[in-house]
């Protein structure tokens, strides 16, 4: 499975972005898609996941705010931001954890989200 991520970028506090994340390859073998976010000297963390099914859940720092949503047609997930925060400025990362015969986590490349004040 490869995940291509797109999207990010700088923006004003309490302004929006989107990111995008298409999966490619033995996409039978995803179930979960989501994304993480890593700001510098902090532990990777969990923003949002989404089932096959259309089943979210949030980080309790990003709910009301971003909006995950997928179209399992295109394999795709999308992350919408808004009323970002300076807080939100991090590298975000698509994932999609291990399912069926695929043991293992995999990744996008990471995309820059900078929020300033």
């Known amino acids: 499975v490869q995940l291509q991520a797109s999207g990010g970028g700088l923006v004003q506090a309490g302004g929006s972005l989107r990111l995008s994340c298409a999966a490619s390859?033995?996409?039978?073998?995803?179930?979960?898609m989501g994304w993480y976010r890593q700001a510098p000297g902090k532990q990777r963390e969990l923003v949002a996941s989404v089932t096959s099914g259309g089943t979210t859940t949030y980080a309790d720092s990003v709910r009301g705010r971003f909006t995950l949503s997928r179209d399992n047609a295109k394999n795709t997930v999308y992350l919408q931001m808004n009323s970002l925060k300076p807080e939100d400025t991090a590298v975000y990362y698509c994932?999609?954890?291990?399912?069926?015969?695929?043991?293992?986590?995999?990744w996008g490349q990471g995309t820059q989200v900078t929020v300033s004040s």
């Open positions: 390859g033995n996409t039978f073998s995803i179930n979960v």
């Open positions: 994932n999609a954890p291990p399912f069926g015969f695929r043991g293992y986590h995999s």
